[in-house]
């Protein structure tokens, strides 16, 4: 797995008070290791907005960053089973996606090597907006 995803934190504009006990966290944004325009980013990530939206669960922008390299990528807190989650990144071409259980965080990679893996708290890694 990337070391990167263990690395992350998380920035959003919504307090958490009213966020559910289990959701996910997706992106559309470039696969890890690959480069894609901003363009194509931004449609990918609209996209994706669209499914979930769609699909009627409780969502929240949430953007992943790396204090280390500063890079920044937006995505999606959303209220889905964690294998559903993992469905919707492998259609969306991402190698993995976050878990929330509680205050915990994991992450999964969204191919057949699906497998929680700990990351550390939740909370520890969330910034206010």
């Given amino acids: ?20 006990e289990r959701f996910v966290i997706i992106t559309a944004y470039a696969t890890t290791g690959e480069t894609w ?8 990530n609209q996209e994706l907005e ?5 699909r009627g669960h409780w969502m929240r922008a ?25 469905a919707l990144g492998d259609q969306f071409k991402q190698d993995a996606i976050y878990v929330v259980d509680g205050d915990a965080l994991s992450v999964t990679y969204c191919d057949e090597r699906r497998a929680l893996v700990p990351v ?3 909370r520890d890694r969330l910034t206010p907006f």
Wanted: hydrophobic share 35%.
């Fill in 62 to 86: 949430i953007t992943g960053h790396s204090p280390e390299t500063k890079h920044m990528e937006p995505g999606w807190a959303v209220e889905l089973d964690w294998e559903e989650g993992c």
């Fill in 1 to 20: 797995m990337h070391p990167a995803y263990f690395q992350t934190h998380f920035i959003s504009r919504d307090g958490i008070e009213d966020w559910p």
């Fill in 120 to 122: 550390g708290m939740f």
């Fill in 37 to 44: 325009p901003v363009s194509r980013n931004e449609a990918r």
């Fill in 50 to 54: 669209a499914v979930l939206q769609d």
